[in-house]
């Protein structure tokens, strides 16, 4: 095609043609500009903020998305842990809803293939579904546009403080600074900040689990088709910006030295843009989740979701995971998602309240995701009837969690 036509095709519009193999135009799409106000804001856009928002702005609230990063995922694509798990457990769909659709449509739009769910297997791994990450997080980022999200990447809370039976969030990012007023907060940020900000009651092991640096040497990576190798970083600690410096820059480090002794010959090819972390603090909330209940399989009589994993705990000789007896299948309550003494805050994701056993099988992602769903429906519930999460009819929230299609246990 010659210059001048080129040309007049690139200015016809957005996306209508390509100037070279790789070059497409898009024009900054206008938006309406950040809200003042929202009745649920979410802070966190990772594996279980994600899916908390788009539940709210489905059921109807004004829902604000802040996510530090520039990406929705999390752990899941930032992290690049893209093999979520576990939807089902002993041959039977177990955890559905938004998060299982955005997995499952990632697959398909990826020509990607789902596992066999139908045999139980004592390998859980081969229930992990290999998602193609930068598919899910654009897939994650089009549903919360499609359901009115507003997203604030770049941003995070400088101070929460209790307004007139809500909160005032104060956000941050560069060049960025301005107040949020919003009836519900839900925390998803991975270590519960905002909980922490708030001085109410979290745990925290004095050794947690490792991080991860992910990375892939040798052939090309094969997002959605493969793992990637990991280095663990004993001592990861994602609770500030100096704490996941240090974690981000051993990983990092740890990685570079690896090739340059053993691996030299064999090309880096992926490597993810930060460590990942496995546990931060919890929150310490109305029901803290043991192991014997996760164990036992104890069905809450305010379970909102299902969870499955075996007791799964890294440390520093490596990680044996024990399996969970035939048939058990963990529930996780209304009331670990709320904080112990609080008003209109939920937590969803890895800080669910669980002793560290428990949580080493609760916080991966399908249970995440699931989590996120809750939090999401009773936060849009509670903001429209003007009471706290806890208040409301236990059945409201789950015939609304059924309705966009979640999988509620029955008490
Ligand atoms: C190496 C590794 C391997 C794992 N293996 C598996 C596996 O095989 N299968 C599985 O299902 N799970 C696995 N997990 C566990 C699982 O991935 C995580 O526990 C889960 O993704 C956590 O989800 P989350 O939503 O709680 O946190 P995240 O997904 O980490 O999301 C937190 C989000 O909050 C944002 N954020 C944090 N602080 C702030 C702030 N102050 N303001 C604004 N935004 C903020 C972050 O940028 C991030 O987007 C693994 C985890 C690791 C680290």
């Given amino acids: 095609m010659k210059r001048r036509s080129l040309l007049k095709a690139a200015s016809a519009g957005a996306g209508a043609m390509a100037i070279g193999p790789l070059v497409t135009h898009a024009e900054v799409t206008p938006d309406g500009g950040v809200p003042d106000k929202a009745d649920v804001v979410v802070v966190g856009g990772g594996t ?9 702005a489905r059921a109807g609230a004004k829902t604000v998305l802040i996510e530090r990063g520039s990406q929705l995922g999390g752990t899941t694509t930032v992290g690049g842990v893209a093999f979520p798990g576990l939807f089902h457990a002993w041959g039977k769909q177990v955890i559905a809803g938004i998060g299982w659709d ?11 293939k789902l596992p066999d ?5 004592g390998h859980h791994w081969k229930l992990q579904v290999l998602i193609n990450p930068y598919l899910y ?18 941003e995070f809370p400088l101070s929460v403080k209790a307004d007139n039976d809500g909160w005032m969030v104060e956000c941050a990012g560069p060049g960025t600074r301005r107040m949020l007023a919003c009836k519900q907060l839900i925390d998803c940020t991975g270590g519960a900040d905002v909980v922490g900000m708030l001085k109410l009651p979290r745990l925290r092991e004095k050794e947690t689990q490792p991080g991860s640096m992910l990375f892939k040497v040798g052939d090309s990576f094969h997002p959605g088709r493969e793992r990637l190798h990991a ?20 990983g990092r480090q740890t990685m570079l030295k690896k090739i340059r002794k053993g691996l030299s010959r ?6 993810q843009a930060e460590a990942s972390f496995r546990e931060s603090h919890r929150i310490n909330g109305q029901t803290v989740i043991t192991h014997k209940d996760y164990v036992s399989g ?5 379970a909102i979701c299902y969870a499955y994993y075996p007791v799964d705990l890294h440390t520093r000789s490596g990680v044996r995971p024990k399996q ?6 963990p529930t996780i309550p209304l009331s670990a998602l709320i904080p112990k003494n609080s008003r209109n805050i939920m937590v969803a994701g890895r800080s669910v309240s669980s002793d560290r056993l428990a949580n080493s099988g609760l916080r991966v992602q399908a249970p995440c995701m699931a989590m996120g769903q809750a939090a999401g429906a009773a936060a849009a519930l509670a903001a429209q009837r003007k009471t706290t999460p806890l208040k409301l009819p236990l059945e409201d929230i789950r015939s609304l969690l059924t309705k966009h299609g979640a999988i509620v246990p029955k008490t």
Avoid: N, W
């Fill in 117 to 121: 769910f139908t045999k139980p297997t």
């Fill in 231 to 250: 280095v663990y970083v004993h001592g990861a600690d994602s609770s500030t910006s100096v704490t996941r410096t240090r974690a981000t820059l051993t």
């Fill in 298 to 302: 104890r069905l809450f009589a305010d």
């Fill in 324 to 329: 969970l007896a035939r048939g058990v299948v």
């Fill in 102 to 112: 955005l997995v499952r449509t990632s697959v398909e739009l990826d020509g990607g």
């Fill in 266 to 271: 064999r090309r880096l090819v992926q490597m």
């Fill in 48 to 56: 279980a903020g994600t899916i908390a928002a788009i539940q709210a």
């Fill in 137 to 154: 997080a654009a897939l994650a980022e089009e549903a919360c546009l499609k359901a009115g999200v507003t997203i604030c990447y770049y």
